[in-house]
């Protein structure tokens, strides 16, 4: 009974030392070879899931675009005050109408227009040059750039044949036709009376001057007409007057003012 009670309490320190040996290597592992603990788990639930991951869809509401006016409103055309002061009223017509130069060369009228108004201001007595604008008014930007191209096409066609010789009726009149950087399909029209510009470029040239824009689907001429007045002037003052005339024409583009 003796040995028997001895070997109990043996039995129970050999296990007692057995667990504290397998305490010690799990720590030294752990310090010889660091490791990264694996991040915890989200304890976010479904409905807590970024929003970002589901795709989405946006509704577009964009207005449709307002319809573009075919008649020429009142407010386009340049006030009283633009001109120079004039004697001899302002006179507003309306309705279809050959586009005016002082001289015999024909631009031709704007057929197929939806409207037209033609205002001159002035009476031309004196040398005076009378103030003038013309605006018509197409459906669509493409009549009215066709429009626009087919008169500077028109005044080209004058200066070729002034620069062939004096026309039927014995004058010199001469033209310079340009591009003039104001809204679209710009042309500026200088008319030489004399032809002084034939011997010398440099010379100064007595005229008037005009220029044709476009904004949209209108159309605009604004000038001088008529007078005894240098060119160079003239032009300084018409290519003014053909930006303020251009911005008043903003409704009849598509995105408007």
């Given at each position: 009974?003796?040995?028997?009670?001895?070997?109990?309490?043996?039995?129970?320190?050999?296990?007692?030392?057995?667990?504290?040996?397998?305490?010690?290597?799990?720590?030294?592992?752990?310090?010889?070879?660091?490791?990264?603990?694996?991040?915890?788990?989200?304890?976010?639930?479904?409905?807590?899931a970024p929003t970002s991951a589901s795709p989405t869809s946006a509704t577009s509401t964009t207005a449709a675009p307002s319809p573009v006016p075919t008649a020429v409103d009142a407010a386009v055309l340049?006030?009283?005050?633009?001109?120079?002061?004039?004697?001899?009223?302002?006179?507003?017509?309306?309705?279809?109408?050959?586009?005016?130069?002082?001289?015999?060369?024909d631009l031709g009228s704007p057929s197929g227009a939806a409207s037209m108004t033609s205002v001159r201001q002035g009476d031309g007595q004196f040398e005076v040059p009378v103030g003038l604008q013309q605006?018509?008014?197409?459906?669509?930007?493409?009549?009215?750039?066709?429009?626009?191209?087919?008169?500077?096409?028109?005044?080209?066609?004058?200066?070729?044949?002034?620069?062939?010789?004096?026309?039927?009726?014995?004058?010199?009149?001469?033209?310079?036709?340009?591009?003039?950087?104001?809204?679209?399909?710009?042309?500026?029209?200088?008319?030489?009376?004399?032809?002084?510009?034939?011997?010398?470029?440099?010379?100064?040239?007595?005229?008037?001057?005009?220029?044709?824009?476009?904004?949209?689907?209108?159309?605009?001429?604004?000038?001088?007409?008529?007078?005894?007045?240098?060119?160079?002037?003239?032009?300084?003052?018409?290519?003014?007057?053909?930006?303020?005339?251009?911005?008043?024409?903003?409704?009849?583009?598509?995105?408007?003012?």
């Amino acid at each position: 009974m003796r040995s028997t009670t001895t070997a109990a309490p043996l039995l129970v320190a050999v296990l007692a030392a057995g667990l504290v040996g397998v305490t010690g290597c799990g720590a030294g592992a752990a310090g010889d070879d660091p490791t990264t603990s694996p991040p915890p788990l989200s304890t976010a639930s479904p409905s807590e899931a970024p929003t970002s991951a589901s795709p989405t869809s946006a509704t577009s509401t964009t207005a449709a675009p307002s319809p573009v006016p075919t008649a020429v409103d009142a407010a386009v055309l340049l006030p009283e005050s633009a001109f120079a002061p004039r004697d001899g009223g302002r006179a507003v017509s309306e309705g279809v109408e050959p586009w005016v130069l002082s001289t015999s060369c024909d631009l031709g009228s704007p057929s197929g227009a939806a409207s037209m108004t033609s205002v001159r201001q002035g009476d031309g007595q004196f040398e005076v040059p009378v103030g003038l604008q013309q605006v018509a008014v197409y459906a669509d930007a493409a009549a009215a750039q066709a429009e626009a191209q087919r008169v500077g096409a028109a005044a080209r066609a004058c200066a070729e044949a002034a620069e062939a010789g004096p026309s039927e009726d014995g004058g010199n009149t001469r033209y310079l036709v340009e591009q003039v950087p104001v809204g679209a399909d710009g042309t500026g029209i200088a008319t030489d009376y004399y032809g002084a510009s034939a011997g010398d470029p440099d010379a100064v040239v007595i005229g008037d001057y005009v220029v044709l824009v476009r904004r949209g689907t209108a159309v605009t001429l604004v000038g001088e007409s008529g007078g005894e007045d240098s060119t160079d002037r003239a032009r300084a003052t018409v290519v003014a007057l053909a930006q303020q005339a251009w911005e008043r024409l903003c409704a009849y583009e598509q995105a408007g003012c």
